[in-house]
DNA sequence: AGTGTTATGATAGACGGGTTCTTTTGTCTA
DNA sequence: TAGACAAAAGAACCCGTCTATCATAACACT
């Protein structure tokens, strides 16, 4: 099969040989006029560079890449692109890229299935990356069938650690002894939990911390919810505690928008925020959708972990090659959904 | 300078030559082997297939596309990946060129300063691309000092039309037609307008929509406000309306954000949503932040909007060559944030 | 006239995968 | 045992960019 039309005529890109011919040169002098090397002379130069200009000629990312052995290109595999953790580590990683002059290749995969390390790495092995970076917030990453790749940067986006690769992530852990730290500061003891879904790994360890905070102070934690994350579920939750538990006097929802929809809850159940109960939420996501965001949560500044991300992907960004398990502090912001408790 | 270690020592990716040295075959048989072709001995096979898998070789993306003339890629080039509409975008192209085996080479411009066409096309000239969206929502693209590349798709995200690219958006201006009649059904005559930011085209396009529906029916527009987008501007907007206009009887707001802040605001200025005032919005974007979501807005199908825009820059997924101007026609939603004005 | 500088061309090779053409090897049949 | 034929494997080359030599001019300065 005649793959391309192998000369002038059709539709094949215009390389180097072809200015060089339209412009009555060598090639090699149109590859000093394109990377601005000395030695050309100024006439010669125009010449080649309007020959450039007419025939539309740039220069092929292929070969470039070939020869060079790198594609200024970080690889990045997510399972869902809007998904808010996801969303604010690619901003984070873009903004990182745009300052190295590379390019992100993204590949999404499956939003329902799962998909483990094993498939991420051998999607992004045939394309075009210098590092590669995985977004393993769903599921426990497999570690066991995995290989990083030889000579690439691979960073996994996880809370489980690993010998040989560097993983980074939110404090998910942290984030709740923060909150629950802020809590006692308060006054408050009987705090229940709304919860994401519980295969969430980000859910387990938010749980945990919640959990552990209050065995540390020898509190019985009291039965967890599980909403999905989304406000109506923090509502359904935030309705069944406010009918069936008076005696808490906070809730901390794993995320803003939960917590969101549990204060309204609570607000139609005629309970005061943050009087009768306080509330806390972790993301600090809601400023764009709520006017007067009066939530205490936890900020995680994404920005910062996107930079980190890259820096360990990409080899030549200076971080690569240290295997490093990365948690990415929250910073406790106080609002006015929390108060001392009630007498 | 020693570009990369030019044989087997070193951390140079193992090529098939590497693999057939290893097996003691030569490079096309291992070709043969990794592509599965025929004609290959059961025996010979397998010793590739056991060298391949020890020296862990991979083939070469740049090698690949080089001899292919294909990167089995569509660049994405968008000011800011968090914006809403980008970023619902993003996740519509993600799916359809899941769907098609392709990877997406997302590049983010600057998220402060404008960008021009020309200065997007030419970074994507530089990347791995089978053809390249160009996201212009922020700005009236610069078709003037602009040339589509030759030999691949481009797409621009815009509202306005060109006679040699093809263009896509959310049909910004219809969707105010659309929420417009909905409130003249119910009866509503003065309506005012919570716009965003007025250097942005969507915002444009959504006000002049609000304008000529008006205009249609001989009514006089009143001062549109400008907001930012956000929940906080909305409700500034929604109570500077609720204490200086007290013959209105809806808002449009011009995205879902907006409208909530200025609900809040006009239920903390005493009035009641939809009885005084009703008030609608567009994007459907509330859904997981808010509880019990009331508000009436426009959806766009922008899953939609993203398998077309992959498809028209893609060649081989069909649409690619002719040029249109697509407007994804948006949705109306009718929750209760609308009702029959008071008499 | 001799020396150096600058501009350019010619040629080749490296990079890795894939195609085409050719050669070798092996098996079967007359 | 020669001839026919198929299977297996190798040799050569292409894709486009960049670099590394080397050669060859033209020109200027001493």
């Known amino acids: 099969m005649a793959r391309r039309p192998s000369n002038d005529t059709g539709t094949r890109p215009v390389s180097m040989a072809d200015v060089a011919r339209a412009a009555g040169v060598s090639q090699q002098t149109v590859s000093r ?21 007419k025939l539309g000629f740039r220069p092929s990312y292929a070969g470039r890449s070939l020869r060079d052995g790198r594609y ?26 745009r300052e190295h002059h590379c390019a992100i290749t993204l590949v999404e995969m ?37 290989d990083p790749l030889p000579g690439i940067g691979t960073v996994i986006v996880t809370m489980y650690a690993h010998p040989r690769v560097t993983t980074v992530d939110s404090d998910h852990y942290g984030c709740s002894l923060l ?9 408050h003891e009987q705090i229940r939990y709304i919860g994401g879904p519980s295969f969430s790994v980000d859910e387990q360890f938010r749980r945990a911390g919640w959990q552990d905070a209050l065995e540390r102070k020898h509190i019985e934690p009291v039965e967890p919810l599980e909403g999905d994350w989304s406000a109506n579920s923090g509502y359904e939750a935030g309705r069944y505690l406010a009918e069936h538990d008076r005696t808490m006097t906070a809730i901390y929802a794993a995320n803003d928008q939960m917590a969101n929809g549990a204060i309204a809850a609570l607000r139609d159940s005629g309970l005061r925020v943050p009087e009768d109960v306080s509330v806390v939420g972790v993301d600090d996501s809601l400023d764009d959708f709520v006017a007067h965001n009066e ?10 972990r996107g930079r ?36």
């Open 308 to 343: 980190e991300v890259f820096e360990h992907a990409v080899p030549e960004a200076g971080t690569a090659g240290k295997t490093v398990a990365i948690r990415i502090p929250g910073q406790l912001i106080i609002r006015h959904s929390t108060a001392i408790p009630r007498a």
């Open 179 to 187: 909150l629950m730290d802020h809590l006692f500061e308060l006054g």
């Open 110 to 146: 499956s939003k329902t299935e799962e998909f483990s390390l094993a498939e991420a790495t051998r999607r992004m092995a045939a394309l075009p990356v210098d590092g590669i970076i995985i977004g393993m917030s769903r599921m426990a990453p497999d570690f066991e069938t995995f």
């Open 33 to 53: 006029v394109a990377n601005g090397l000395p030695n050309v002379n100024e006439q010669t130069r125009q010449r080649v560079q309007a020959a450039m200009q």
């Open 295 to 304: 939530l205490t949560t936890v900020r995680f500044d994404l920005h910062q």
């Open 72 to 97: 200024h290109s970080v690889g990045l595999c997510v399972n869902d692109v809007t998904k808010f953790g996801n969303l604010s580590m690619i901003d984070g990683i873009a903004s990182a890229a």
